[in-house]
């Protein structure tokens, strides 16, 4: 593969895919690697589309392509062939969906400013009448941000298979909807959130990755509760942090067992390199006896 790529997925039982791109890149070093916050990309990406969707997290990489280190419950699987770009990662991935999922999101691995409420506004657009929503966004195609049907696999493999291998290609053989800026924001919770469409800015270069890494950290609200709060931190308070481990370093707090945090009030986690994104909003929590 040539291109980072992400699958996920919510109809029936929802799934969701990574698809890493190759050994090289432009970047100097596979763009899955590249450091962000205290995580990588890949991780960043992984994490975000598991707290995204209800099912797993599929990730799909050239063979015996070495990766970082993943968030628990991420699986891997791995191209029958190497070089032959994100068509072969999609349906390497949507084949490892096929019985578990009736649709997909597809994603590259460097968008680090991908927005749940983005992943969301996509999948909902998939209904029956459509094999795929493809993003039109800043009038450019986003087909590596886009929703797909699990069922197109052997279509897009039949394609491979015949050196088919230009994504595009796949919409002249399934039905497409396809869904500009104002249809995309015109979900009230992604114009709020994502306003620009940042969801499909990628690192393509060291200057795109330089100047997305020199961006300021997403801006979260964090409270505190029970023993936490009783030691005179009552208030919400806005902190900026790309992972969970930052919002609690900004408020003084180690995420040791002593301490829990609740993201958007239900995810229970400790994980330092759980991904956050605008609007998100930590609860922390003791987990001391007469808390």
Known sequence: MSTDSAVTGRDGPAAGVVLVGGRS??????????????????????AL???????????????????P?????????????????????????LAALSDRALVAFACST?????????????????????????????GRRQPLATAYR?????????????RQLKLTKLFDHCRVRRIDD??????????????????????????HYRDARARPAPEITVQHYGLLAAAGKHEPTMVEAATLGAAAA??????????????????????????????DAIAFLSTDAGD
Do not use: C
């Not at 409420?117 to 209904?127: G, K, M, S, T």
């Open 49 to 67: 589309l598991a707290r995204t969707v209800d099912g797993p997290v599929v990730v799909v990489r050239a063979p015996g392509q070495p990766l």
């Open 182 to 207: 104002a249809a995309l924001l015109s979900d009230p919770r992604l114009h709020a959130l994502d306003p620009a469409l940042d969801s499909v800015l990628n690192v393509n270069e060291p200057d």
């Open 110 to 138: 460097d968008l680090p400013f991908l927005h749940p409420a983005y992943v969301r506004r996509v999948l909902a657009a998939l209904d029956a009448d459509v094999d795929v929503v493809l993003p039109h966004v800043h």
């Open 25 to 46: 890149s432009r970047m100097g070093e596979p763009k899955a690697a590249l450091e962000w916050h205290g995580s990588t990309l890949v991780r960043r990406t992984a």
């Open 250 to 279: 900004a408020v003084g707090l180690a995420l040791d067992r002593h301490v829990v945090a609740a993201l958007n009030g239900d995810r229970l986690t400790r994980d330092p390199e759980m991904p956050l994104v605008a609007g």
């Open 150 to 162: 699990t069922a197109l696999a052997p279509v897009v493999a039949g394609m491979v298979a015949h």
């Open 69 to 93: 280190e993943l968030p628990a419950g991420v699986a891997v699987v791995e191209d029958p062939v190497e070089g032959l770009g994100p068509m072969q990662g999609i349906a390497t991935g």
